[in-house]
């Protein structure tokens, strides 16, 4: 079962979500770390923060960068994932524009490395 909780927050830009996952088996935070790693290796715009670290919408504002931060509840069996981005951004006019870069053939990041920061 999985569950996804964007929180609503009072603020202009940027999205936290909180999801939960139930495991089929037992499995050590840092290791799930791990395999995000291996599963996000080369692409340039998300991050997998190490153990015990969570994303904070600070750290993307105004970024194409999708931060990414989990812990293994052993107890409970579940996987609870942070996710952060700009939702200005990454949710939309960044996105399009990282997707476009890719059908032309151009450099993924190309167009996103300075981006405004209004509002």
Known sequence: MISFTPHLLPITRGILSTIYATLQKEVATAELIDLYRVFYKGKKFVRVYKTGALPN????RGSNYCDIGLSV???TRRVI???AIDNLIKG???QAVQNMNLMCGLSEDMGLGMISLFP
């Open 81 to 83: 994932i942070i996710c």
């Open 57 to 60: 919408i600070s750290s993307v």
């Open 73 to 75: 509840d052993a107890r």
């Open 92 to 94: 939309a006019a960044g």
